[in-house]
């Protein structure tokens, strides 16, 4: 009797065991389909993601740009006439005096007294499409206007360097397309004193920390500058 009643014990044991591993199993299969539940749903929050994320890139910017562009256009409207007004005055002065010395101190005499923000002419680059206001100034607020004169360069004519930035994916991004320029393209720059012809010579890509490329020189150059590669600030 005694060793049935042990034989008995371990059955009922060895039962226990099997049951206590068949529960652990259970449970380990339901936190496998538990995980792999959530991992399903994060995926198709990623996706979901992505797909927002894709479509308000490609509706964002036609209204950015349409935005842009009546910011633009509002710019050109108000400054247009103060340009013509300057011009015809700058006209005036120059008519009996067309030496590079007269149109220098024209020159500075315009950068001295333009204000930051305020439109100071054209600029016209045949292989990027462009044709747009031109603001004097480099900051936030003078580029969402357009491409902008950096303030610690030169006027135009005044044998000095002109420094131009602008956009590439933002603000009608004038610059979008930079890296298509070559070698003998055409840049011109429409002020109030007079229109001047650049020719492009070279590319080169410097660290955005590398402010030497706005060195003085003893030559007029133009510098048209934008961000590289394209969606950085670098």
């Known amino acids: 009797v005694a060793q049935l009643l042990d034989d008995l014990h371990l059955l009922r044991a060895e039962r ?51 935005l842009e562009t009546r910011h633009q256009l509002a710019t050109s409207r108000a400054d247009v006439e103060s340009l013509r007004l300057v011009r ?35 600029i016209l680059v045949p292989r990027l499409g462009l044709n747009m206001v031109l603001v004097n100034g480099t900051d936030h607020d003078s580029l969402t206007k357009g491409p902008g004169r950096d303030r610690r360069t030169y006027m135009p004519g005044e044998g000095q360097l002109v420094y131009i930035a602008g956009h590439r994916t933002t603000y009608l991004a004038p610059f979008a397309h930079i890296e298509r320029m070559r070698a003998g393209d055409p840049v011109t720059l429409e002020v109030p004193y007079g229109t001047f012809r650049y020719r492009v010579f070279r590319h080169e890509i410097v660290d955005d920390e590398d402010w030497s490329i706005i060195r003085p020189r003893p030559y007029e150059a133009l510098v048209l500058s934008a961000c590289h590669p394209l969606f950085t600030a670098n």
């Open 88 to 122: 015809g005055e700058l006209q005036l002065r120059l008519v009996n005096s067309t030496s590079v010395d007269s149109i220098e101190r024209e020159a500075r005499r315009y950068r001295l007294h333009s204000d930051r923000g305020q439109a100071i002419g054209r």
């Open 16 to 66: 226990g065991d099997v049951a206590g591993r068949a529960e652990d199993k259970a449970r380990a299969t339901k936190r496998r389909a538990r995980r792999l539940q959530i991992g399903r749903r994060r995926l198709r929050l990623l996706w979901v993601l992505a797909i927002v994320g894709v479509t308000v890139y490609l509706y964002y910017r036609p209204i950015s740009s349409y």
